[in-house]
């Protein structure tokens, strides 16, 4: 049962269960990003060098307003790591772009 926040009394807390099978997790160095008017499509993959083809590890599906809040809270959380470890190097012109997650 979900127990209502002090802080704000309409917000409810909730309670999240993470299966033995998800919490190893998929690791991902490429994603691929679709989108239509009602939903925004994630697919991660993990491509590896030497290797000409990959498949899709994990599909998420986000509505716009979601894939928004997830923009943002990766925001802060980029934020406040590179605060705590240094900022984060993303390659830059003339180096090899044609690895792994790409503007």
Do not use: C, W
């Amino acid at each position: 049962m979900a127990q209502q926040n002090p802080q704000n009394p309409q917000q409810q807390r909730v309670q999240i269960q993470l299966d033995e099978a998800v919490a190893d997790g998929h690791y991902a160095n490429l994603v691929l990003i679709n989108h239509s008017p009602a939903e925004f499509v994630l697919d991660f993959a993990r491509l590896v060098p030497g290797t000409p083809k990959t498949r899709v590890q994990t599909r998420v599906l986000l509505a716009p307003v979601h894939a928004k809040s997830l923009l943002k809270a990766l925001e802060q959380n980029i934020k406040k790591y590179e605060e705590q470890h240094g900022e984060i190097k993303v390659q830059g012109k003339g180096e090899d772009k044609s690895f792994g997650f790409q503007g």
